[in-house]
């Protein structure tokens, strides 16, 4: 008997559960841990959160699993996680939209400013920064980022947008064999669209060595330093976690899980992944390219 013919018809209420607690306990812990890192304290506290999140993922999707795979869960649930997956990934399109907006801001709007090239920066420009040139990429007014050399989108870059969309192609073509009923298809598909995951990682870890190393390229270089490293390494957060979502989808493929009818939670994962695909063709187009 399927899930669906075990589904109740009415909206299923968990019982209490101690799990929203401590994800308000380890969200806390690590809030304070990274602003007392950030003020020159130790890193335990950090550490600490981040290991309690952990423990909080764990217990709580893995007691989601448990309810969805004895088929404790209505079509109305069904719609509740579809709509609760859509608001998240809308949150996350607002959090890049501030850092996209920031760099649309200082390219736009600060720099010409700064270089007089408007009538608002034309007392800026000759009291503060006569000898500025409103340049992109830029360290700053007199230099104060210090030497560098920008991320030329040619190289590695090119080649990490090849991956990516290599990696959403791989997944649609799991997701075709999760719906056809191949499952050699759709274990194929994952284990292929995780490794994509781990490769892009890997070259965006050496990316960034040779910055900092080579092109002397930092966070403290300027504002195209510390847009170019806050808007690339929030997407590569993004894409090691949709990378550990995935390889969830991968093991819980290989324990037989999901069925053409049912598989909203490997759905929800390749919803992500394909966002985070969009956003890394912004960011090669607008922070890389342009």
Excluded at 68 to 90: C, H, P, T
Excluded at 193 to 214: I, K, N, P, R, W
Excluded at 264 to 284: N, P, R, S, T
């Amino acid at each position: 008997m399927t899930h669906a013919e075990h589904a109740p018809d009415h909206y299923y209420v968990p019982t209490q559960s101690h799990w929203p607690i401590i994800a308000t306990v380890s969200l806390f812990t690590l809030m304070l841990g990274g602003a007392t890192l950030l003020n020159g304290g130790g890193s335990t506290l950090l550490l600490t959160g981040l290991a309690l999140i952990v423990i909080t993922m764990f217990g709580w999707f893995g007691t989601v699993i448990r309810e969805s795979e004895k088929g404790l869960y209505s079509e109305q649930m069904d719609r509740s996680f579809r709509w609760g997956m859509s608001w998240f990934i809308f949150s996350e399109v607002m959090f890049f939209a501030a850092f996209f907006g920031a760099l649309f801001y200082a390219r736009t709007y600060s720099v010409p400013w700064l270089g007089g090239e408007t009538n608002h920066g034309v007392l800026t420009h000759g009291l503060l920064w006569s000898g500025y040139e409103a340049v992109w990429p830029t360290n700053g007014p007199s230099d104060v980022g210090g030497f560098f050399a920008p991320m030329h989108p040619w190289g590695l870059p090119a080649i990490n947008t090849l991956i990516l969309l290599s990696s959403g192609a791989t997944l649609t073509w799991a997701h075709w064999g999760l719906i056809e009923e191949n499952r050699p298809q759709l274990l194929k598909g994952l284990a292929a669209t995780v490794a994509l995951g781990v490769l892009f990682l890997s070259l965006q870890a050496y990316e960034y060595s040779h910055a900092y190393h080579a092109l002397h390229l930092t966070l403290g270089s300027g504002i195209y330093g510390s847009t170019f490293f806050m808007l690339t390494g929030f997407h590569g957060l993004h894409v090691t976690i949709g990378a550990i979502i995935l390889a969830v989808m991968l093991f819980r493929s290989l324990a037989g899980h999901f069925t053409p009818q049912r598989h909203f939670a490997f759905e929800a994962a390749a919803w992500y992944w394909h966002f985070v695909d969009v956003v890394w063709l912004g960011l090669f187009i607008f922070v890389y390219w342009l």
